[in-house]
């Protein structure tokens, strides 16, 4: 199997996460357990709906579409938000739940492609007074105010600001779901790069980027990368990035495995991200070891 994260990785991003200088960013797998899986809403969805297309009924973005044309924009949106409601929250005292040991850590940013207000939650049940944003990615959000309008806004650890890229569940516009949604984001941040507030960009070129909860496969994670890798390149810090990614499939045998992840260790080395192989389990599980043992 591929290297994964050694001694000195791990000395170096604990050692930014204590200067506060590490910016989670969290995907799906961060919620695994707690939320259902895309996959599994979208079959659901093909099956209730008629979705015609047997060999992408489990995908999300493709089945929101069907249901947006179907019904209307905002259908599958409604859908989403009716089928994430009254869900029961993860418990943020476990030992090592992801919102809350990175709740734990007290940065000032956590950037998350999820709908959810788990972050928040976990912040706030650590006595923290989080601010909750979401990106100005189309037309509808960019007339409704926002903390950024205040040109002296500063990211701080005390109120630390949890920035959704691809909206959240209290704002309806907000979510980018189906295959055209995740187009406009595309084409709307490449046209426009002050659509990431100043204080976010600072923050993807200036501190350690700490992905939690992504497979390479999904889509989500395709356009989150796409569209930061510009700030990644206009970093001058060069600052280590540690990304946690699942496993691309379970069902191919270990040599496949082991080919695909030698290959997306040198595809990510040229944007300085080093991968660590495991689900988000097993990486929490790690660093609060390794965590514990730094104080």
Same mark, same amino acid.
Request: include cysteine.
């Given at each position: 199997m591929p290297d994964t994260l050694n001694d000195k990785d791990w000395e170096r991003l604990i050692g930014r996460i204590k200067e506060g200088k590490c910016t989670p960013i969290l995907g799906a797998g961060a919620c695994y357990g707690h939320l259902p899986l895309g996959?599994?809403?979208?079959?659901?969805?093909?099956?209730?709906?008629?979705?015609p297309f047997k060999e992408s009924e489990d995908d999300l973005p493709k089945v929101a579409q069907f249901l947006a044309v179907d019904q209307d924009a905002m259908f599958p949106k409604?859908?989403?938000?009716?089928?994430?409601?009254?869900? @029961?929250?993860?418990?943020?005292?476990?030992?090592?739940?992801?919102h809350g040991l990175?709740?734990?850590?007290?940065?000032?940013?956590?950037?998350?492609?999820?709908?959810?207000?788990?972050?928040?939650?976990?912040?706030?049940?650590? @006595?923290?007074?989080?601010?909750?944003?979401?990106?100005?990615?189309?037309?509808?959000?960019?007339?409704?105010?926002?903390?950024?309008?205040?040109?002296?806004?500063k990211l701080s650890?005390?109120?630390?600001?949890?920035?959704?890229?691809?909206?959240?569940?209290?704002?309806?516009?907000?979510?980018?779901?189906?295959?055209?949604?995740?187009?406009?984001?595309?084409?709307?941040?490449?046209?426009?790069?002050d659509i990431i507030p100043p204080v976010v960009q600072e923050a993807l070129a200036k501190t350690s980027l700490l992905f939690i909860g992504y497979k390479l496969a999904d889509i989500n994670f395709k356009v989150l990368l796409r569209g930061i890798t510009g700030y990644l390149e206009k970093s001058l810090t060069r600052?280590?990035?540690?990304?946690?990614?699942?496993?691309?499939?379970?069902?191919?045998?270990?040599?496949?495995?082991?080919?695909?992840?030698?290959?997306?260790?040198?595809?990510f080395k040229k944007i300085d991200i @080093?991968?660590?192989?495991?689900?988000?389990?097993?990486?929490?599980?790690e660093l609060r070891e390794r965590w514990e043992k730094s104080k």
């Open positions: 996959a599994d809403i979208a079959k659901e969805w093909s099956a209730k709906h008629g979705y409604e859908k989403i938000v009716e089928k994430f409601q009254n869900l @029961k929250q993860p418990d943020y005292n476990e030992l090592n739940e992801p990175l709740a734990d850590f007290g940065l000032p940013l956590y950037i998350t492609t999820n709908y959810d207000s788990f972050m928040i939650q976990a912040l706030q049940n650590r @006595k923290y007074k989080p601010i909750q944003e979401v990106c100005r990615w189309n037309s509808i959000l960019r007339k409704k105010q926002s903390v950024f309008d205040d040109r002296n806004f650890r005390e109120t630390p600001l949890v920035y959704h890229l691809h909206g959240n569940l209290d704002e309806l516009a907000s979510i980018v779901l189906t295959d055209d949604d995740y187009l406009d984001f595309m084409v709307s941040i490449s046209k426009d790069a600052s280590h990035i540690s990304v946690q990614l699942v496993p691309v499939k379970e069902n191919v045998s270990q040599a496949e495995k082991d080919k695909a992840q030698a290959y997306l260790d040198e595809y @080093k991968v660590y192989w495991g689900t988000s389990r097993n990486f929490t599980n």
